[in-house]
Nanobody, 123 residues
Framework: QVQLVESGGALVQTGGSLRLSCAAS????????MGWFRQAPGKERDLVAA????????NYSDSVKGRFTISRDNAKNTVYLQMNSLKPEDTAVYYC????????????????WGQGTQVTVSS
């Protein structure tokens, strides 16, 4: 089992920045690929960014590439999502997830999910 707790969501103006954090406990964090997903009202949950177990491999959705950065600190059992140049279309609930795989961009391969944190970007 892995427990994931997200934090850092907030209301921010267009162009602003936020850093989301996801603290993990349970299964060895360093053996888990990690991902950030988001779900806007009336839409499906989509991958935002993924990172492999070592942190050396990352992947981003086209909509956030160049603005968001995923990183992890295996010593602190935490994964981060730095979000810059935020836009109203980034408004969503953001979820942290863990996979038993080294890494994955497929939401179906993620085994553990956090409760989500709300990010709202005002125009």
């Amino acid at each position: 089992q892995v427990q994931l707790v997200e934090s850092g969501g907030a209301l921010v103006q267009t162009g602003g920045s936020l850093r989301l954090s996801c603290a993990a406990s349970g299964r060895t964090f360093s053996n888990s690929g990690m991902g950030w997903f988001r779900q806007a009202p009336g839409k499906e949950r989509d991958l935002v960014a993924a990172i492999n177990t070592s942190g050396r491999i990352t992947n981003y959705s086209d909509s956030v590439k160049g603005r968001f950065t995923i990183s992890r600190d295996n010593a602190k059992n935490t994964v981060y999502l730095q979000m810059n140049s935020l836009k109203p279309e980034d408004t969503a609930v953001y979820y942290c997830a863990a996979t038993r795989a080294v890494w994955s961009t497929d939401s179906g391969r993620y085994d553990y999910w956090g409760q989500g944190t709300q990010v709202t970007v005002s125009s």
